[in-house]
């Protein structure tokens, strides 16, 4: 019968002394101890992980595990533990049981005597052939301890990246779907019971609220299709967005020119192309391929086809910087660090310098919208709610005025 591997907890102190405390994957404590000391460690406490309260089953595996799996890996192999002993640390240490699954398929596969690379390719659902041709790469240079480590620090900045900008779009969306049910509930609910007291006043009511009555009754007779609506709009658009080229092209065109937002979307393009490309270039990737591989990752249509245009004319021998500049739609300060890296032969560098750059340009473009938004959809709520309210009390205060 095999022996089940269970993650423990240790805290000791490693060969130079210094305390160190994280976590191994063992059958029991004793050959624990054994294998931290076969690493240099003495350990002083060795405990079994407890199982989190609420577990990660059923939870699917999302991109920042993904990331969170790389760097682990990444510090596994750095740390001399070889490649598969790796998978069974990280596989033993995830609280996800989809992503454990997910390892364990990997390293059975690398065990039988598939390179990393290839049983990487057979879940294209989670690593995209850029991350796969990179672990190529560093499985064929005898680096892949670095390249790991140069794909997690890719990862965890393109997901902090979408994070910022999920970020500036979930708080105003939230608000705004908050105002939207206030106010059908207030039209569904409250100014019914203002329209049974108006009908005693005979008297002429403002236009004000009339319109808003109007709206009322239309919102208690109709809520059923309008809500059904709602949804068929929002799955439609969902499926034309994944379906349709032409939607989604559009989608992109009008995303980028979006006050604000725009600016935003634009920013992070250019953040994701100087990242992709510095990472693939650092990695050996051959400038042609790595192109191809940054245009799928820009994540917009209309910088998608000028990266494949920029790689078809870097590859009839044009430098890159020309080629960008001929598109006319990357910032001169892009460029001018492209020209400046490729004469200096520090392309990759001058990139990370531009990624990091717009990363933080970014993540200070968010900080300001949701700044100013605040003010704005505090606006947006008080005219809803208060127009509302100020609608179904107008004819009280001129009832008032006439006695």
Not at 271 to 295: C, E, K, W
């Given at each position: 019968?095999?022996?089940?591997?269970?993650?423990?907890?240790?805290?000791?102190?490693?060969?130079?002394?210094?305390?160190?405390?994280?976590?191994?994957?063992?059958?029991?404590?004793?050959?624990?101890?054994?294998?931290?000391?076969?690493?240099?460690?003495?350990?002083?406490?060795?405990?079994?992980?407890?199982?989190?309260?609420?577990?990660?089953?059923?939870?699917p595996v999302k991109p920042l595990d993904i990331a969170l799996f790389t760097r682990q890996m990444a510090t596994m192999m750095k740390a001399g533990v070889p490649l598969v002993q790796s998978f069974e640390i990280v596989a033993g240490g995830s609280e996800k049981k989809s992503l454990t699954d997910l390892i364990n398929k990997i390293k059975d596969e690398v065990a039988s005597g598939t390179s990393f690379a290839v049983a990487l390719r057979k879940h294209p659902k989670y690593f995209d052939e850029?991350?796969?041709?990179?672990?190529?790469?560093?499985?064929?240079?005898?680096?892949?301890?670095?390249?790991?480590?140069?794909?997690?620090?890719?990862?965890?900045?393109?997901?902090?990246?979408?994070?910022?900008?999920?970020?500036?779009?979930?708080?105003?969306?939230?608000?705004?779907?908050?105002?939207?049910?206030?106010?059908?509930?207030?039209?569904?609910?409250?100014?019914?019971?203002?329209?049974?007291?108006?009908?005693?006043?005979?008297?002429?009511?403002?236009?004000?609220?009339?319109?808003?009555?109007?709206?009322?009754?239309?919102?208690?007779?109709?809520?059923?299709?309008?809500?059904?609506?709602?949804?068929?709009?929002?799955?439609?658009?969902?499926?034309?967005?994944?379906?349709?080229?032409?939607?989604?092209?559009?989608?992109?065109?009008?995303?980028?020119?979006?006050?604000?937002?725009?600016?935003?979307?634009?920013?992070?393009?250019?953040?994701?192309?100087?990242?992709?490309?510095?990472?693939?270039?650092?990695?050996?990737?051959?400038?042609?391929?790595?192109?191809?591989?940054?245009?799928?990752?820009?994540?917009?249509?209309?910088?998608?086809?000028?990266?494949?245009?920029?790689?078809?004319?870097?590859?009839?021998?044009?430098?890159?910087?020309?080629?960008?500049?001929?598109?006319?739609?990357?910032?001169?300060?892009?460029?001018?660090?492209?020209?400046?890296?490729?004469?200096?032969?520090?392309?990759?560098?001058?990139?990370?310098?531009?990624?990091?750059?717009?990363?933080?340009?970014?993540?200070?473009?968010?900080?300001?919208?949701?700044?100013?938004?605040?003010?704005?959809?505090?606006?947006?709520?008080?005219?809803?709610?208060?127009?509302?309210?100020?609608?179904?009390?107008?004819?009280?205060?001129?009832?008032?005025?006439?006695?």
């Amino acid at each position: 019968m095999a022996t089940v591997n269970q993650v423990y907890l240790y805290k000791g102190v490693d060969k130079k002394g210094q305390k160190i405390e994280g976590e191994v994957s063992s059958s029991t404590p004793a050959l624990a101890k054994a294998q931290l000391i076969k690493q240099g460690i003495r350990a002083k406490t060795v405990k079994k992980k407890p199982k989190p309260l609420f577990g990660g089953r059923g939870k699917p595996v999302k991109p920042l595990d993904i990331a969170l799996f790389t760097r682990q890996m990444a510090t596994m192999m750095k740390a001399g533990v070889p490649l598969v002993q790796s998978f069974e640390i990280v596989a033993g240490g995830s609280e996800k049981k989809s992503l454990t699954d997910l390892i364990n398929k990997i390293k059975d596969e690398v065990a039988s005597g598939t390179s990393f690379a290839v049983a990487l390719r057979k879940h294209p659902k989670y690593f995209d052939e850029l991350f796969c041709n990179l672990v190529e790469s560093g499985e064929q240079s005898g680096a892949l301890e670095t390249m790991l480590d140069r794909i997690a620090t890719y990862k965890e900045k393109t997901e902090q990246l979408k994070a910022k900008i999920k970020k500036a779009m979930t708080y105003p969306t939230v608000v705004v779907l908050v105002a939207i049910a206030v106010t059908a509930i207030l039209l569904i609910k409250v100014v019914p019971q203002f329209a049974t007291t108006f009908k005693g006043f005979g008297a002429d009511l403002p236009a004000f609220t009339l319109f808003v009555l109007k709206l009322s009754e239309a919102a208690q007779q109709h809520w059923l299709p309008i809500l059904i609506g709602v949804a068929v709009g929002i799955f439609a658009f969902s499926k034309a967005k994944q379906k349709s080229k032409g939607f989604r092209i559009a989608l992109d065109k009008l995303t980028l020119r979006l006050p604000i937002v725009g600016h935003i979307v634009y920013q992070s393009i250019i953040a994701r192309y100087s990242r992709t490309l510095s990472t693939t270039f650092a990695a050996g990737v051959p400038l042609i391929d790595a192109l191809t591989s940054v245009a799928g990752a820009t994540g917009n249509y209309i910088y998608e086809q000028a990266v494949l245009k920029i790689r078809d004319e870097v590859s009839t021998g044009t430098q890159l910087n020309v080629a960008m500049n001929n598109t006319k739609i990357f910032p001169p300060m892009v460029v001018q660090m492209t020209t400046i890296g490729e004469e200096s032969g520090a392309l990759d560098d001058m990139l990370a310098k531009s990624a990091s750059y717009y990363e933080e340009s970014v993540d200070n473009l968010v900080d300001n919208l949701t700044t100013l938004l605040e003010p704005l959809i505090m606006v947006v709520l008080g005219v809803l709610v208060g127009g509302l309210m100020v609608a179904m009390y107008m004819p009280i205060f001129q009832l008032g005025n006439v006695l």
